[in-house]
């Protein structure tokens, strides 16, 4: 067994364990590969170990792999998700190689993954991401600024509403940790009332996965953990 194969047998345990020690089903809570800066070789170990969904930060980086596996005649069905902060110039390569957005923070990014999505496959489903920390450093909108944006999403024919993503402050507290991601949570339970498709909560990573999923978290984005530190040289963002 590789390294990665190992690494994910054990995230998925870790996974499995948290779940059910605040009695959710693990089938629940999906895992997302977070595999920004990683070659393609460690990729296909991933998926020669079950792992489907992948989840990348950088708009070229991501195509090019999913160009890649696209081309290939034994890849499996994969589903991608872009995870980074998304410039309005990079949009149309997102909305035309990607299957998730998590990260839409404001109209006139919505409005240009809607317009930009090929009208001949499906729509791209997209998560609204929530600066739930208030970090100045960080996108997402204000939790009073979730309902007006997603009331838009709703209208565009492109893209499916599919829920909420946050990337808190980092906080070694688990105590501190269930606090923030409860207040997602109760913001996603919010979402739910207005729209019945709404279903994913995008939240926890390597080090606050247990807290997340306790919280409610529906999809976990974890890298280090399955494929070891990043790659140094490569642009640095929030560690999943």
């Known amino acids: 067994m590789s390294t990665i194969q190992q690494n994910l047998q054990d995230v998925r345990q870790r996974i499995a364990s948290a779940a059910q020690a605040c009695d959710r089903a693990p089938e629940k809570v999906m895992l997302l590969a977070v595999s920004k800066t990683k070659p393609v070789a460690a990729l296909k170990e991933a998926i020669a170990a079950g792992q489907r969904a992948f989840g990348e930060n950088y708009v070229q980086e991501g195509v090019d792999k999913i160009h890649h596996f696209q081309e290939s005649d034994i890849s499996p069905a994969l589903e991608w998700h872009f995870i980074g902060p998304l410039q309005s110039n990079k949009s149309r390569l997102v909305a035309e190689n990607f299957d998730w957005c998590h990260t839409v923070d404001r109209l006139k990014i919505a409005a240009r993954l809607n317009e930009q999505r090929p009208a001949d496959i499906a729509p791209l489903q997209v998560l609204i991401q929530v600066n739930i920390s208030d970090e100045q450093s960080k996108s997402g909108v204000a939790l009073n600024e979730i309902a007006p944006l997603a009331a838009a999403i709703q209208k565009m024919p492109h893209l499916t509403l599919r829920g909420l993503m946050a990337i808190p402050a980092p ?42 999923i306790a919280a409610g978290s529906t999809l976990v984005r974890i890298g280090t953990a399955i494929f070891g530190a990043r790659d140094y040289g490569a642009p640095q963002t929030a560690q999943h």
């Open 171 to 212: 906080e070694n507290d688990y105590q501190r940790q269930l606090a923030v991601f409860g207040n997602m949570t109760q913001a996603f339970k919010a979402l739910q009332q207005d729209y019945p498709q709404i279903d994913t909560l995008s939240m926890g990573m390597t080090d606050d996965m247990a807290a997340a």
